[in-house]
């Protein structure tokens, strides 16, 4: 039940207070796009996490110690939902085999345990990466801590 206000009192760039907004829920109705020109702030970066050709799944590497290629691998953003543009803007995403993306209970997209591992091993390259940002300004989560929020 703990809510950590202390974020709150950064000055937030006015892009994340933009962010922070209620997006219309019928997004056909909004005349306007006002995200797509903040998302303009960034462009796409090669991932810092595994390379795009690389054809293993990260997560079989990781969990199954199965280094072996795939045919097939999908790309998977590692932030996603509403900050799926950080994965973007930060390189971020890694490849995933069909069974580790979507499709089954080991998948991330299904599967939050293995969605986090992912986020924590994202921060933890972002904070190598990128020594003078900071991470709980642009994504405003730490996934280092694991934080039991049903307590
Ligand atoms: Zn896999
Ligand atoms: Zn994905």
């Known amino acids: 039940m ?10 937030k760039a006015s892009w994340m207070q933009e962010k922070r907004q209620k997006k219309p829920q019928n997004k056909k109705a909004a005349p306007v796009q006002r ?6 702030h960034y462009k796409k970066v090669p991932s810092i996490m595994q390379h795009k050709d690389d054809k293993r799944c990260f997560l ?8 072996e290629e795939h045919a097939y691998t999908e790309e998977h953003h590692v932030i996603f939902g509403d900050d799926k543009w950080v ?3 930060f390189g971020l995403r890694v490849n995933l085999c069909w069974r580790h993306h979507r499709e089954t209970p080991a998948a991330v997209h299904k599967n939050q345990e293995h ?3 992912l986020m924590r091993i994202a921060q933890e390259t972002f904070i190598e990466h990128y020594p003078d940002l900071d991470w709980m300004q642009i994504v ?3 996934y280092l801590e694991v934080e039991d929020e049903t307590t």
Do not use: V
């Not at 703990?2 to 000055?11: E, G, T, V």
């Open 2 to 11: 703990s809510i950590d206000y202390s974020a709150m009192a950064f000055p």
């Open 60 to 67: 079989c590497m990781l969990l199954d110690n199965f280094y």
């Open 115 to 117: 969605a986090e591992l």
């Open 35 to 40: 995200k797509k020109k903040k998302k303009k």
């Open 140 to 142: 405003g989560r730490n």
């Open 87 to 89: 994965s973007d803007a």
